[in-house]
């Protein structure tokens, strides 16, 4: 293993990623089963493993071996790009004071729980001060990493998505928006597909006994990771041996547990294909956010939603809820799971409307970071904004400002690569038709085939290349959100006759 | 929290603290929950962990702070505590060569997963180099450690409870033998008593659903810990607000699942109970194995043999398996519960038989730190003892030498303590009915009262004071294993007619 990386530099980088590791197993222990007493002591821990992780990052000797080795310009791909990896993560950190980190991670740590008691009390007031703390310091901070000249939510964006500024992000979404409202004002007019089905009674045990099966049926492997339950589904690893991700069961929503299993799978898939050589190193992890959640929306949506996909899965579904889908043919499975509805909830949200809950989030985070807007004023603003791009209002809190755990990870910035992904992967689809056949690879179920190809064209060399990169060898040219639109509209034209 | 603590030393005691946290979430989670093909990564980051640990214990002008602290006696007793145990952790640790505890560490990390293949397989060749390996590190550490003339096995006696060296253990074991083996004799000459009925069928889901519920019975904070399953039932924690531990379920053994939870809730108790103001301090944790161990079989056997205990608890018992426990008296079932019968497995045996399997395991500890016994002739061994104390021989090496994971732990010296714990928990028995009226409160189902007197008594104070000196101050007198031998005496005559 990291055969790539000189002695010198090793020891260091296996005490950063040891302490990395710990970090994310007391998240994902915090997530999926810590008794809920235990969140304040916990935090101390968190605390004080952050502010390790930041004094192991910035030992001077290591500074010095990380400088030399970004810009050594004989060093292999794998080289340079740790070396370019953690010069960024240096740069950003060393500009921070650790007692401040510190304070700031020990306040994430718990804002995790009140976030979540906020949320299920229906109480933005119990964590608008949490909330407000957060800002304040990743305003600090981001303000300390300031180029000159640079905005403060730019340098938030560019934590998640080199490249990717507002000049950039208003565009795409002045795009995306162009082309996705119209469309889902005609998808309204149209006469409405029929789901009621999908909210009969489902038994959890059953919903968890299909996505097990399903998700091994995607090719996840088993040996190397953990399918869990948590409020809000996610995927995180220690390394490329374990790799764990959670959905969740309401008895009501059958489909809210699948497609979060679909989605999630494809998050793990890219981290179990990342090769041995470069797990538990800086470049042991997805490209980027945006490359990743490609990954998982191709997986949910466009392999997931797509009647080929279910042709040979339908029947296993129907056998595990025969009273619930005996009635219902495969057809209008498909044409339920795809219906488009504005709906409040981003992670219920369907295809068309998907990028509109992300476009509430990126406009309220500039003004956040660019106008100062108040915390007291966000739930109004949420509220409003929903209203305009979806046409409905949250009546409550917990269905609107709370909906998301992401500002109390302190997150900002992190959500435009969802949308970011969910156009990339309409790109990848765009590529992978001309490479494979994909349709007849999903009716005959060899779910295998596919996800080889995505191995090697695009997972198992991490983060070594930028997504930029990738996305030019995959497929001969940069992001392009042109895929996403047509791939949107003719989809929805078919499933509506729009 | 802390507050007797400087704020010199907090900082240093804060990042030990965050490493041991981080290890033991690490090892919780091997064993309860972590995909069976992440070991060999996961070792790597628990090898780095250990070595971490040792450098930080080992950061010189820490070092001069504890010594500091140890010598000071206008210091608190929490103070002196802390700086006599670091200093005992310190000076072990500064005569290891870090790398060599580093591979040390990785070795073990890998070993836990192999013991249990080999223990599931049958196949001590597979552990042997393991074993052999580990044996090697802990002589050459006991080496170092050792004070002129001092022996390698007392080397590791220490490290659990001090002052129990072979000497003093080898009269204690020859005072148990000389009154239990007659005993048994006896007992075994007797009529038998019939436990057929507890080798029904019990469904494991109920199993579980009545250990739960009886943690709570026994005033386990579930708000502040947590119960799992793991083959071999442990009990651990990150702090006195996350307490956690584990039992197994066999169908044809319920009282298996039963008695096991009640071991572990003893432990998580003491845990529980230790004062904010000292968790996540180097005194924030039992006062010695022993001490600990005395606990688990207070609540074990004293407790939960008892037939006091039973009287407002066995209804609940028939209620959840009619079919199997209906035609069974409370009088049949507690004379079941507490039949001695020879057996292999140290885990299931009874109170009467347990300590023969502590000095079978002690004796071979002895030959193996004293005597260089190999490796190959353990299992041998082995079965000689078995059938010297116990009557029977293993016919297999997953009953014989592999049943234990404390070897493949390193943790050469440790068994002694479950048999001190053991006498100890009758001298506390013997005290604490003085003080309370014990057979009233069970009666009663007042399992609260017997765990404030506990807390009060003998938990809060965590490893503030020395086991030696609780016992004095509790009942007026050390260390006495008459009480145990009495106990057993008075207890199976009743039983037994003998």
Same mark, same amino acid.
Request: hydrophobic letters at 40%; a negative charge.
């Given at each position: 293993?990291?055969?790539?990386?000189?002695d010198?530099?090793?020891? %260091?980088?296996?005490?950063?990623?040891?302490?990395?590791?710990?970090?994310?197993?007391?998240?994902?222990?915090?997530?999926?089963?810590?008794?809920k007493?235990?969140?304040?002591?916990t935090?101390? +821990?968190?605390?004080v493993?952050?502010?390790? %992780?930041?004094?192991?990052?910035?030992e001077?000797?290591f500074?010095?071996?990380i400088?030399q080795?970004?810009?050594?310009?004989?060093?292999?791909e794998?080289?340079?790009?740790?070396g370019?990896?953690?010069d960024?993560?240096?740069s950003?950190?060393?500009?921070?004071?650790?007692?401040?980190? @510190?304070?700031?991670?020990?306040?994430?740590?718990?804002?995790?729980?009140?976030?979540q008691?906020?949320?299920?009390?229906?109480?933005?007031?119990?964590f608008?001060?949490?909330?407000?703390l957060?800002?304040? %310091? &990743?305003?600090k901070?981001?303000?300390?990493?300031?180029?000159?000249?640079q905005k403060?939510?730019?340098?938030?964006?560019?934590?998640?998505?080199e490249?990717?500024?507002?000049? +950039?992000? !208003?565009s795409?979404?002045?795009?995306?928006?162009?082309?996705?409202?119209?469309?889902?004002?005609?998808?309204?007019?149209?006469?409405?597909?029929?789901?009621d089905?999908?909210h009969?009674?489902?038994?959890?045990?059953k919903?968890k006994e299909? &996505?097990?099966w399903?998700?091994e049926?995607?090719?996840?492997?088993?040996?190397r990771g #953990?399918?869990?339950?948590?409020?809000h589904?996610?995927?995180?690893?220690?390394?490329?041996?374990?790799?764990?991700?959670?959905?969740?069961y309401?008895e009501?929503?059958?489909?809210?547990?699948?497609?979060?299993?679909i989605h999630?799978t494809?998050?793990?898939?890219y981290?179990?294909?990342?090769?041995?050589?470069?797990?538990?190193?800086?470049?042991?992890g997805?490209?980027?956010?945006?490359?990743?959640?490609?990954?998982?929306?191709?997986?949910?949506?466009?392999?997931?939603?797509s009647?080929a996909f279910w042709?040979?899965v339908?029947?296993? #579904?129907?056998?595990?809820?025969?009273?619930q889908l005996?009635d219902?043919t495969?057809?209008?499975?498909?044409?339920?799971?795809?219906?488009?509805e504005?709906?409040?909830?981003r992670?219920?949200?369907?295809?068309?409307?998907? &990028?509109?809950?992300?476009?509430?989030? =990126?406009?309220?985070?500039?003004?956040?970071?660019?106008?100062?807007v108040?915390?007291?004023?966000?739930p109004?603003?949420?509220a !409003?904004?929903?209203?305009?791009?979806?046409?409905?209002r949250?009546?409550?809190?917990a269905?609107?400002?709370?909906?998301?755990?992401?500002?109390?990870?302190?997150?900002?910035?992190?959500?435009?690569?969802?949308?970011?992904?969910?156009?990339?992967?309409?790109?990848?689809?765009h590529?992978?038709?001309?490479?494979?056949?994909?349709d007849?690879?999903l009716?005959?179920?060899?779910?295998?085939?596919i996800?080889? %190809?995505?191995k090697?064209?695009l997972?198992?060399f991490?983060?070594?290349?930028?997504?930029?990169?990738?996305? @030019?060898?995959? &497929?001969?040219?940069?992001?392009?959100?042109?895929?996403?639109?047509?791939?949107?509209?003719?989809?929805?034209?078919?499933? =509506?006759? +729009?």
């Open positions: 293993m990291q055969e790539f990386l000189s010198a530099i090793k020891p %260091y980088l296996n005490r950063i990623n040891a302490i990395r590791t710990a970090m994310t197993l007391i998240e994902w222990d915090n997530e999926t089963g810590a008794p007493g235990a969140a304040e002591y935090a101390n +821990v968190q605390g493993l952050a502010a390790e %992780y930041q004094r192991a990052v910035l001077p000797d500074v010095k071996l400088r080795l970004k810009a050594d310009e004989n060093g292999t794998a080289q340079r790009a740790t370019r990896l953690l960024k993560e240096i950003k950190l060393e500009k921070i004071p650790i007692e401040e980190y @510190e304070n700031y991670n020990r306040i994430l740590a718990q804002a995790a729980g009140v976030w008691k906020a949320k299920k009390e229906n109480d933005y007031a119990a608008a001060p949490y909330l407000e957060i800002i304040e %310091y &990743c305003k901070f981001a303000a300390l990493q300031a180029k000159e000249g403060l939510y730019d340098v938030m964006l560019e934590e998640f998505e490249g990717f500024t507002m000049e +950039v992000l !208003d795409f979404f002045a795009e995306l928006k162009e082309k996705i409202v119209p469309l889902l004002k005609k998808v309204q007019a149209a006469p409405q597909i029929d789901a089905f999908l009969r009674k489902y038994d959890r045990e919903q299909f &996505c097990l399903l998700a049926y995607l090719d996840f492997d088993s040996d #953990l399918i869990l339950e948590s409020e589904p996610f995927t995180t690893n220690l390394h490329n041996h374990d790799v764990r991700m959670t959905t969740h309401y009501d929503a059958p489909d809210s547990a699948v497609f979060s299993l999630e494809g998050h793990a898939l981290e179990q294909d990342i090769d041995d050589e470069l797990t538990q190193t800086p470049v042991g997805g490209s980027s956010m945006g490359m990743h959640e490609s990954q998982s929306r191709f997986y949910e949506n466009i392999l997931g939603r009647e042709e040979p339908y029947k296993k #579904l129907t056998e595990t809820f025969p009273q005996g219902v495969l057809r209008q499975f498909i044409r339920a799971i795809n219906r488009a504005p709906g409040l909830i992670t219920e949200a369907d295809e068309l409307t998907y &990028c509109l809950h992300i476009m509430v989030r =990126y406009e309220i985070e500039k003004m956040i970071f660019e106008e100062n108040s915390v007291k004023e966000l109004e603003i949420w !409003d904004k929903y209203e305009e791009y979806l046409g409905i949250p009546e409550n809190d269905e609107g400002i709370l909906q998301d755990i992401h500002w109390a990870n302190g997150s900002f910035g992190y959500f435009p690569s969802y949308a970011l992904g969910t156009a990339i992967s309409a790109q990848i689809y590529q992978m038709k001309k490479d494979l056949p994909v007849a690879l009716r005959e179920g060899k779910l295998d085939q996800h080889a %190809y995505m090697e064209r997972h198992h991490g983060a070594v290349k930028k997504t930029g990169d990738i996305l @030019e060898e995959f &497929c001969g040219e940069g992001f392009n959100p042109g895929y996403y639109t047509e791939y949107l509209e003719e989809k929805f034209a078919g499933l =509506y006759g +729009v």
